[in-house]
């Protein structure tokens, strides 16, 4: 019973590492940048791109300054 908040703990670490991704094509993906922990926007890019046959390239980031709470990283595959 005493482990409870320690394993809670671990599991909500668990799942906000990585990157969200918010949209996908076969021309592109947007990827947030995970809020806790690290995770590798141009990894998850190039992952999926290499799916399609191509190479990610990063089109831009939109910001805090944009009214953005964490970055969101866009690629384009070509």
Do not use: N
């Not at 670490?13 to 592109?28: F, K, N, R, T, Y």
């Not at 998850?44 to 191509?54: D, V, Y």
Request: negative net charge; contains cysteine; charged residues 20%.
């Amino acid at each position: 019973m005493r482990r409870i908040p320690g394993v809670l703990c671990c599991m909500l670490v668990a799942a906000c590492a990585g990157g969200d991704v918010l949209d996908a094509s076969p021309a592109g993906i947007f990827v947030k940048e995970p809020f806790i922990g690290s995770g590798d926007p141009d990894a998850i890019a190039a992952e999926h791109c290499r799916q399609h046959g191509k190479e990610a390239v990063q089109d831009g980031i939109l910001h805090y300054a944009e009214g953005y709470f964490t970055p969101i990283y866009a690629y384009s595959c070509r």
